[in-house]
Each structure stands twice: as C-alpha cells, then as structure tokens.
C-alpha cells in the first residue's frame, strides 16, 4: 500500500515538475527570496525524481542496442558446411 502511494507521489511531482518546464517557470534568482521548509524539499524531490527520469532514458538507450534477434545468425553458424538454402524441400 505504501509502494502505491509513493509512487502517486512521484508521478504527482513528475506532472508538477513537466509543468513548470513547461511554462519555464525559473525558481532560481539572484535575489535573496525567503524559501520555507517545505518547498526546499519539494525542490529536492524535483531534483531526486529528474535524475531517476535522466538515468531511466539512458537505460532505454542502453536497452535499445541490446535486443539485437541472433536467431538467424546462429542458424547459419550451426548450418553444414555444404548447405544449400535453395535445395530445401
């Protein structure tokens, strides 16, 4: 019950952060502007569930080279050396 929530959480943050990405909404200024509590860690989560977003697309990169099909390949090496594909029956 408690994975659930969490990641009703997370997702809730994801949708958050897009938005504000979005509307390119900047937090940082120069100037010295009083941040609670709350919204440091709010911060913080924004940045914790970026970088989990960040390493999930390098992972599908990673993924994508790897799923390469060597069905074919190994039935070629495990063919005779005298086979012929167009003599087949």
């Known amino acids: 019950m408690e994975a659930l929530i969490n ?3 997370r997702r ?3 949708k958050e952060f897009l938005i504000q ?3 390119k909404i900047d937090t940082e200024k120069e100037e010295k502007v009083f941040v609670t509590s709350a919204y440091k860690k709010k911060l913080m989560d924004r940045e914790l569930i970026k970088k989990d977003m960040d ?3 390098e992972e599908k990169k990673v993924d994508k080279s790897s799923n390469y099909n060597l069905n074919l390949f190994l039935k070629n090496i495990n063919a005779p050396s005298n086979y012929n ?3 087949r029956r």
Request: avoid cysteine.
């Open 7 to 9: 990641s009703a959480k």
């Open 21 to 23: 990405k979005k509307q």
């Open 55 to 57: 390493l999930e697309v």
């Open 85 to 87: 594909r167009y003599n």
């Open 12 to 14: 809730e943050l994801e």
